[in-house]
């Protein structure tokens, strides 16, 4: 039996795919189309980060073939809000995922204890990591020990400590008590029973 190498294989995967025969802008369109846009809702469970969410990018598409892998390889990355809800799933995900992935993340949306658990130093050097950062959400849910000026005094704090190297990063702060993101906890603990849970550096780094 003939083994075809691997320039042989991609040369028949341009000829006789529909989708890498098109103009590279299409498949931009289609690569974005089917990887960005979402909120990836990380947690950790059994030393492993895991995905948590029924709308999730398309990751099956990095093991199509080799030059699709190079394609879209870091678009999960740069089109995708990352949603942390607590500080040590951030420190997991900054020790797991290379720092070349890292770089290409520009949106963060953090929960209250990500803010709230650590020093208002360590959260600003945590950040400071993704150099790549334009936009952080503090999403924060006021409650009888949460009370609403603490979480706007400490993300007061941080922006203050990121303004020194990142001076162009748009922040915001919302109190997400009355919305629906009030029931993540709830609705994590039910989405995982009934789907179970994606690992997230499988998916995303096939």
């Given at each position: 039996?003939?083994?075809?190498?691997?320039?042989?294989?991609?040369?028949?995967?341009?000829?006789?795919?529909?989708?890498?025969?098109l103009p590279a802008e299409l498949r931009n369109l289609i690569y974005h189309y089917a990887l960005g846009n979402c909120t990836l809702i990380l947690s950790t469970h059994l030393g492993r980060l895991?995905?948590?969410?029924?709308?999730?990018?398309?990751?099956?598409?990095?093991?199509?073939?080799?030059?699709?892998?190079?394609?879209?390889?870091?678009?999960?990355?740069?089109?995708?809000?990352?949603?942390?809800?607590?500080?040590?799933?951030?420190?997991?995900?900054?020790?797991?995922?290379?720092?070349?992935?890292?770089?290409?993340?520009?949106?963060?949306?953090?929960?209250?204890?990500?803010?709230?658990?650590?020093?208002?130093?360590?959260?600003?050097?945590?950040?400071?990591?993704?150099?790549?950062?334009?936009?952080?959400?503090?999403?924060?849910?006021?409650s009888r020990n949460i009370w609403k000026h603490t979480c706007e005094q400490r993300w007061g704090m941080v922006v203050k400590r990121l303004r020194r190297n990142m001076p162009r990063l748009r922040?915001?702060?919302?109190?997400?008590?009355?919305?629906?993101?009030?029931?993540?906890?709830?609705?994590?603990?039910?989405?995982?029973?009934?789907?179970?849970?994606?690992?997230?550096?499988?998916?995303?780094?096939?």
């Open positions: 039996m003939t083994r075809v190498t691997k320039a042989e294989a991609a040369a028949a995967n341009q000829r006789n795919s529909p989708l890498l025969r895991r995905l948590y969410q029924r709308d999730i990018p398309a990751f099956p598409l990095l093991a199509v073939c080799t030059q699709i892998h190079a394609e879209v390889v870091l678009l999960p990355y740069s089109l995708n809000t990352f949603d942390f809800a607590f500080d040590v799933t951030l420190d997991f995900f900054l020790a797991d995922i290379s720092p070349s992935n890292i770089r290409m993340i520009k949106k963060l949306d953090l929960g209250t204890w990500t803010v709230m658990a650590p020093s208002a130093g360590k959260s600003a050097v945590q950040l400071q990591k993704f150099t790549g950062l334009e936009e952080v959400m503090f999403s924060y849910c006021s922040t915001a702060i919302r109190d997400v008590r009355y919305e629906k993101r009030m029931d993540e906890a709830s609705e994590l603990f039910l989405w995982e029973r009934r789907y179970g849970q994606r690992d997230f550096s499988e998916a995303a780094e096939q």
